[in-house]
């Protein structure tokens, strides 16, 4: 059956002439469904990430004229309820993951991607450290439950059993325990960075030997190193420290650049690997934006925050069970009350560290405070034992206080001055910038 499809603005890119085009015709109309519902889901997902960022932001609805470009900032709060908006539709039309393994589909939104985001977007509104803000609403705890139990009975993720550090090689993509990742691949050519559909994070979150790039000022501090307990198997599949990663690549560990004495080993290709790469700037190592643990760590908070700490207590378990494999540590816990609740904030740090959630967590959680309070150990300094092994020392620099940090400005990032000057002042900057 034809379905028409309303008429679009359609504006030249060479002499930016406008026309309205249509009505186009669609003979497939459960595929136009689908199409409809990824964007949808990639809308919400980059307006999720615009309010976490930024505050509220400009809504655009619908398709727009030259002279019809200048919005002025929507609240916060009706960003979030657009987001949910487009993710409760989204979830109604898009195919399980099970249905989008083919070679061609994988990578493409699915209904669990929805529900996990749906899962993400309550529990910030619901929060604390946004209880200033126009969106906060505790009861959205009960929402992220609810969510995160529909992403759970689909049956279509599990969490992988095998070592840690492989969820995140080229071989890993996609695995039983991934729920969206941007799909990456080996370029065939060689033109320069950030082009072709290639991850030049890879590059930018590792070490470069000479240090003349902007390579190895992302490095891991010693204070991620320390959160985990000694002989947790994450830590050494999650961070490389220098002297190591040099001696997998051949080279001298004083021609390293590193501001910290650690690399992410998460955003790790091996020397063999770059060597074969098409374009040697760009990784073909997929970004995992969403994983099934990250979830179980949001569920194990909101049972905390509705009163169901026992689940709590299993799902945040669930994952240390996991990291520990054959062996014995991390052992299960059995705290109670806030130490429940900081265990999981610490258990969130140490599965999911360099992955992109630490800041967020920070601030929808108040805790921006301790790091002026506390601060926290950049360097270390690492050695051979002689062994094979290395040691891993304190390096005796001070511990870094970022005493500027004030809670009721920094949530936010503030708003590029391009924009507000694109806008002639409709853009407001954020408060306290």
């Not at 309205?20 to 990430?49: C, H, I, M, S």
């Not at 985001?117 to 609403?137: C, H, I, N």
Request: charged letters at 25%; a negative charge.
């Amino acid at each position: 059956m034809e379905v028409q499809l309303p008429r679009y603005f359609d504006c030249q890119p060479v002499n930016q002439q406008c026309r309205w085009r249509g009505p186009t015709r669609v003979l497939d109309k459960n595929l136009q469904k689908r199409v409809v519902a990824e964007a949808k889901f990639v809308r919400a997902y980059y307006y999720y990430d615009l309010v976490k960022n930024f505050g509220g932001v400009p809504l655009v609805k619908q398709a727009l004229a030259l002279d019809e470009m200048t919005f002025e900032r929507a609240d916060a709060k009706e960003v979030y309820a657009f987001i949910e908006e487009d993710l409760k539709a989204a979830v109604e039309d898009l195919p399980l993951k099970s249905q989008m393994e083919i070679a061609e589909q994988v990578g493409r939104a699915t209904k669990g991607a929805a529900l996990a985001m749906l899962v993400k977007v309550s529990a910030s509104q619901a929060s604390e450290g946004y209880s200033r803000q126009s969106f906060y609403d505790p009861n959205k705890w009960a929402d992220a439950k609810e969510y995160a139990e529909q992403l759970f009975a689909l049956g279509k993720y599990s969490l992988y059993m095998g070592d840690y550090h492989d969820i995140f090689t080229e071989a890993g993509e996609n695995g039983p325990g991934s729920i969206f990742e941007i799909q990456y691949y080996d370029s065939p050519l060689n033109d320069g960075a950030t082009t072709d559909n290639g991850n030049f994070n890879t590059f930018l979150n590792n070490t470069w030997f000479g240090g003349a790039d902007p390579y190895g000022k992302h490095g891991v501090t010693y204070d991620a190193y320390l959160a985990f307990e000694d002989g947790d198997p994450r830590r050494e599949a999650s961070i490389i420290n220098i002297v190591k990663y040099a001696d997998q690549w051949g080279e001298d560990p004083e021609d390293a650049f590193t501001l910290t004495g650690f690399a992410n080993y998460k955003h790790y290709i091996s020397k063999e690997e770059y060597q074969a790469l098409g374009n040697q700037r760009n990784s073909p190592i997929n970004e995992r934006i969403i994983r099934l643990s990250d979830i179980y760590l949001l569920y194990a908070e909101a049972s905390y925050h509705t009163g169901d700490e026992a689940t709590a207590l299993q799902y945040v378990n669930m994952v240390r069970e996991r990291a520990r494999g054959a062996g014995t540590i991390p052992a299960d816990i059995s705290s109670t009350g806030t130490a429940l609740l900081e265990d999981i904030y610490l258990e969130r740090r140490r599965e999911l560290v360099s992955e992109g959630h630490r800041w967020h967590d920070l601030v929808r959680t108040g805790r921006l405070d301790e790091l002026n309070a506390d601060g926290y150990k950049v360097k270390a300094s690492i050695t051979r034992d002689g062994v094979g092994g290395y040691i891993v020392t304190d390096s005796g620099d001070p511990i870094f206080k970022p005493t500027n940090l004030a809670p009721t400005t920094h949530i936010y990032f503030p708003i590029p001055i391009s924009e507000i000057d694109n806008s002639g002042g409709v853009i407001t900057p954020n408060p306290g910038y």
